[in-house]
């Protein structure tokens, strides 16, 4: 073979490994380095995607210039060792995604037990577990073929499928169980020749990716838990991959506003193909997360403290012009947008070449910093107490009466979770603790039968508002109900106590080492590293009790860790029974070494009573991870029963006694009355039911009512207009109607 058909004959190879078309600059190159591209694929398509970028930007080349770039690309590889390395490294980073500090646990590894089980069982026989029966948006959902849904971007059916996939399964309630395996099955049978599924399939819908990302997240857990949906699964995956990936290079097709601020979700999904299923495909997944980012909202700007929003966002123009950024839910979706960017990116901090653009350009985003940053600031202008963020609809500040969506509550968590599980920093899983003990609970009835769309911290009445202080949503948004103000939470906000359990244990990324990150009872079985089958059982009454006693049986020696939250306050740890020793955690973690057999173990994390400043002089109480509150009596009316199922109820509640108080924080007190039975009772989250309280000294005060329905701001500096009294706080989670914000006074 000539020197002519050897050359044409590797720039045909070349084209097929790569894909791309090099035009004047592959004609430049010589047959060595053409050789040298076949034989290393990685390279050839790094080579062919920087020249697709020039190309993108319509550069003109003349033949002498092409000749110019070909022969410095000759010298760098062949000339320079220390270039080529540099070059190799590029290629090994922009075609391997980066690990996580910790991994999660297939679904079905980690299983709730005592108060815990018992909660996700009150969510089951609740409003939950029973949709798929008489919910429209549900029983009829056009996701199976029926005629039902709320909005275009289809995420009514895929939301509830996301959350009850793992619901089902920690209960082993074989109807939920039945019908999430059909709804599988509907959507993977009915893909189109294209590769789109879902509710759009023959049918003139418009076609937005954004609905197919909590679908996937239930069918890779369903995957999880079933090996043998594996292959009908990734199949189905990657046919719809192909396509978006199509539809993102093509204008970015299938890209609308809510899309475009949630494009993190689809990026999981790609790095769980890319970690446990890449077949190949490593260079189309990377290259749909670089699109899905190129075409997505800049998190990193968003999170960027010039143009963070530091109050109220009602009558701010958003800088980046991405209005649908400062939306609650987004933001909460948003949060993991960064680490997910990190893990194809590298960019922990400071310099990052991007793979499309590494002969042209350098970036400074720092993907992980940024976002500790923006968790930073957005639960220092607009968090709670309860743990979360105050956003009705949009960022609203730190005003007490100001709302939080319940769908808002739950993608937070799940975005806890993750940034854990990529960063390590502790501070998430101490703020989804929270989040999950207290904000969660408070925004549903104690049965679980009705929600809220919005909670407030100060919280006067449950009911139609009239006017109500809220910018953006309805007078019915704290009404606790079917489905008041949206339709979305009642079918997102069962994901909340599923994804918390099942992120209650991780590995370490070569799986030689166990954690338990967030407390509570649980029972965990896995095999670790080197055939090390291992089972955990955690029984405790946490966060009603500072003690937990755990069992580990494991067939070989490893190194267990449990998370000790910041809050914890001469804590202590006993081994096998000795003597307790004081807690000594590492980035929040404490070691336990295991043998081979059985290891047991009791810690007892107490705290100390805190109190937070919030605005206008008020404060917040905290013990632990509970944030403890004021429980108003209230009065229910039933506003409205649904037909099909009349549990599923509107309920209006209006307070029944005095709420206006300040107290004196110097005189709180703790209270325990543990259970005798070592049961917590069933709902505990309800209105006198947690074992634990705080006693105060308080005063009656003036404290207007603003509107008629919704409580002013805490006063300033009230004097008092009765007699002091000692009043009872409770945990919020168990509160319905409240003042988790309080004036003070000093008692005389």
């Not at 207290?438 to 006017?467: H, V």
Request: with cysteine; proline share 7%.
């Amino acid at each position: 073979m000539t020197r002519g058909h050897r050359k044409n004959s590797s720039m045909q190879e070349l084209r097929a490994i790569s894909g791309y078309g090099y035009g004047a600059y592959a004609e430049e190159l010589s047959l060595p380095l053409l050789q040298f591209f076949v034989s290393h694929g990685d390279l050839a398509r790094f080579f062919s995607e920087a020249v697709g970028e020039l190309a993108s930007l319509e550069l003109k080349c003349s033949p002498d210039q092409s000749r110019a770039v070909a022969l410095w690309l000759e010298a760098l590889l062949f000339c320079s060792p220390l270039a080529a390395s540099f070059l190799g490294l590029l290629v090994k980073l922009a075609f391997k995604v980066a690990p996580k500090q910790y991994l999660s646990l297939p679904l079905g590894s980690i299983r709730p037990t005592g108060w815990l089980y018992d909660q996700l069982m009150v969510q089951t026989n609740g409003l939950a577990g029973h949709e798929h029966e008489f919910y429209d948006y549900v029983s009829e959902t056009d996701w199976m073929g029926g005629p039902s849904y709320y909005s275009s971007l289809e995420e009514a059916g895929s939301y509830w499928f996301n959350a009850m996939v793992p619901n089902g399964i920690l209960v082993n309630n074989s109807g939920i169980i039945q019908r999430t395996q059909e709804f599988l099955d509907y959507v993977l049978d009915h893909q189109d020749s294209t590769g789109w599924m879902g509710p759009e399939v023959n049918t003139t819908k418009p076609r937005y990716l954004w609905g197919r990302y909590p679908f996937m997240f239930g069918a890779i857990q369903m995957v999880e838990y079933n090996p043998d949906l594996t292959d009908s699964v990734v199949d189905a995956l990657y046919k719809f991959v192909t396509l978006a990936n199509q539809m993102l290079h093509d204008n970015a097709e299938g890209i609308e506003p809510w899309t475009q601020t949630r494009w993190e979700d689809f990026v999981i999904t790609l790095q769980w193909l890319y970690d446990f299923h890449p077949n190949g495909n490593e260079a189309l997944l990377i290259d749909t997360m670089e699109q899905l980012k190129y075409t997505g909202v800049p998190w990193e700007q968003v999170f960027e403290a010039q143009y963070f929003p530091t109050i109220a966002t009602d009558d701010l123009e958003n800088p980046l012009g991405y209005v649908l950024s400062w939306h609650g839910v987004n933001m909460a979706e948003g949060l993991k947008a960064l680490p997910a960017t990190y893990r194809f990116t590298h960019n922990q901090s400071g310099l990052q070449i991007f793979p499309k653009a590494a002969f042209s350009s350098f970036t400074r985003f720092q993907d992980l910093d940024r976002a500790s940053e923006g968790w930073d600031l957005l639960f220092q202008y607009h968090g709670r107490p309860s743990g979360i963020y105050a956003a009705d609809e949009y960022l609203a500040g730190l005003e007490a009466v100001r709302g939080t969506e319940l769908c808002l509550v739950v993608e937070t968590m799940f975005s806890g979770s993750y940034l854990y599980q990529v960063i390590g920093d502790p501070k998430y899983v101490d703020r989804v603790e929270r989040i999950a003990y207290n904000a969660l609970p408070a925004e549903l009835t104690g049965d679980f039968w009705s929600r809220q769309y919005l909670q407030q911290q100060n919280q006067i009445a449950a009911k139609n508002m009239t006017p109500n202080p809220f910018a953006n949503d309805g007078p019915y948004s704290n009404v606790f109900g079917l489905e008041p103000n949206y339709p979305c939470c009642t079918v997102n906000h069962p994901q909340g106590w599923p994804k918390f359990i099942t992120n209650a244990f991780v590995t370490t990324t070569d799986q030689s080492s166990l954690a338990q990150v967030y407390l509570g009872p649980f029972q965990t079985e896995t095999t670790l590293a080197t055939e090390n089958p291992v089972t955990v059982t955690v029984n405790t009454i946490y966060p009603f009790s500072d003690s937990l006693n755990t069992t580990i049986t494991a067939a070989k020696a490893f190194t267990y860790y449990v998370r000790i939250p910041s809050w914890v306050v001469n804590g202590t740890i006993s081994i096998n029974g000795g003597e307790p020793t004081a807690v000594s955690p590492n980035n929040g973690l404490q070691a336990v070494p295991v043998k081979a057999g059985t290891t047991t173990f009791t810690l007892n994390l107490p705290a100390e009573i805190t109190t937070e400043s919030r605005p206008h002089g008020s404060i917040a109480v905290h013990r632990g991870p509970l944030h403890y509150a004021f429980d108003i009596s209230r009065t229910s009316k039933v506003l409205t029963e649904n037909a099909e199922q009349p549990l599923a109820k509107d309920l209006e509640f209006d307070a029944t006694t005095a709420w206006e108080y300040a107290i004196d924080p110097s005189t709180l007190q703790f209270v325990n009355n543990p259970p005798a039975s070592g049961t917590l009772p069933s709902p505990v989250f309800d209105s006198g039911l947690p074992p634990l309280s705080m006693t105060v000294t308080a005063c009656s005060i003036n404290w207007p009512v603003a509107g008629s329905t919704f409580a002013s701001s805490p006063p300033t500096n009230p004097a008092c207009t009765g007699a002091q009294k000692t009043i009872t706080l409770t945990p919020y989670g168990a509160t319905k109607l409240r003042i988790g914000e309080f004036p003070v006074f000093t008692a005389k």
